[in-house]
């Protein structure tokens, strides 16, 4: 597959200005209106049939071609982050406080490298759906754009995605099948007690006693609820109640973070939750409030098409150059939203050695962080030629 590799290393070029150039441009979740509009304006020049503001600032380029039945969906990610960008590069954000510190600049520009190749060069039959999505960043732009009628207006039988990845090297790619990533839920808990004199207790109902229970009896849910060989997290972030050393408040509040890598996992947090929380109120006599926010799913890679991105990869870059069974990470990702409905894969792409840095890259979500532009042409071949694989030419489906 050299031959493919090469010709995207060809047109790299154009494809790490365009990176830049959103580098410099970086828009929040739903305010991608530059980003979207110039993903559009690309598509349209190459002869996508595109559609704009699917769910808010999303993009959808479809080009079909041939007689094959088949759908294949490629989803890239768009928005930046609330972050003051410390880089030092030459194409920093001219945005003050707004930055591309998760290498989303980079996935849309390795897509649309793909979807030039594809309509000029693409030898496949079938569908191409070319997603580029809205405020992946907790926004949770996958789902405006599936209530938006993403999959019933553009079908798809497979969907794919690619994250750059600090920590892998520039060229090598890792699979998972199965939980790749967590998924994130927030709760709010407002105990409501009876405030008072701090030097009579008993005349008061104390939330801030009930509070402090509460965050230790939380702490079992994991150790005591959750299977050994299951990872789960249960973290405490805040715990705010009271102002003077001789009051009793009449509330406390805490803030919770939840995440889980196995969808029954999730479920058992959040009912051991609710039970210890209001059990635990009652024992102290205060009520307790519990705002349950879900917020992204947990991302599971199917079967078939994990070792069907596999073979792609291998193909592309060579045995050694993949992992095909990586680690799951604790980080929450949308595209989960789209595997739920849509069988697929979420592949991820080595971000590390820059030329241009020492060492490795710093984590994504840093001040510092930057896309490696090596990854132009290498994410843009295997997007190429997962194409191909997926819709191949003279092939009834
Ligand atoms: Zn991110
Ligand atoms: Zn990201």
Known sequence: MTYLLQAL???????????RDIHRNPELAFEEHRTAALVADKLEGWGYAVERGVGGTGVVGRLVRGEGSRRLGLRADMDALPIVEASGREWASARA????????????????????????????SGTLNLVFQPAEEGGGGALRMMDDGLFE????????????MPGIPQGHMVMREGAMMASSDYATIVL?????????????VDPLVAAASIVMALQTIVSRNIDPLQPAVVTVGALHA??????????ATLEL?????DRDARATLERRIRELVQFQAQSFGVEADIQWRPGYSVLVNSAEETAFAREVAV?????????????????????AFMLERVPGSYVLI????????????????????DFNDGNIAVGSAYWVLLAERFLPVGTQH
């Open 9 to 19: 290393t060809e047109r790299a070029g154009e494809f790490i200005r365009l990176r």
């Open 97 to 124: 406080g707004v930055m591309h510190a998760c290498g989303h600049d980079g996935h849309t520009a390795m897509l649309l490298a793909a979807a030039r190749h594809l309509a000029e060069q693409g030898r496949f």
């Open 153 to 164: 207006r553009y079908p798809c039988d497979a969907v794919f995605a690619m994250h750059n």
């Open 192 to 204: 409501s007690g009876v405030g008072g004199h701090g030097a009579m207790p008993h005349k008061a």
């Open 242 to 251: 009271g102002h003077a050393n001789n009051v009793i408040p009449a509330t």
């Open 257 to 261: 973070t939840v995440r889980a890598l």
């Open 315 to 335: 193909e592309l870059l060579g045995a050694d150059r993949v992992t095909l069974q990586g680690e799951p990470l604790t980080g929450s990702e949308d595209f």
């Open 350 to 369: 080595g971000n590390d050695g820059d030329p241009s840095q020492a060492g490795s890259s710093c984590m994504v979500h840093n001040p510092g962080y």
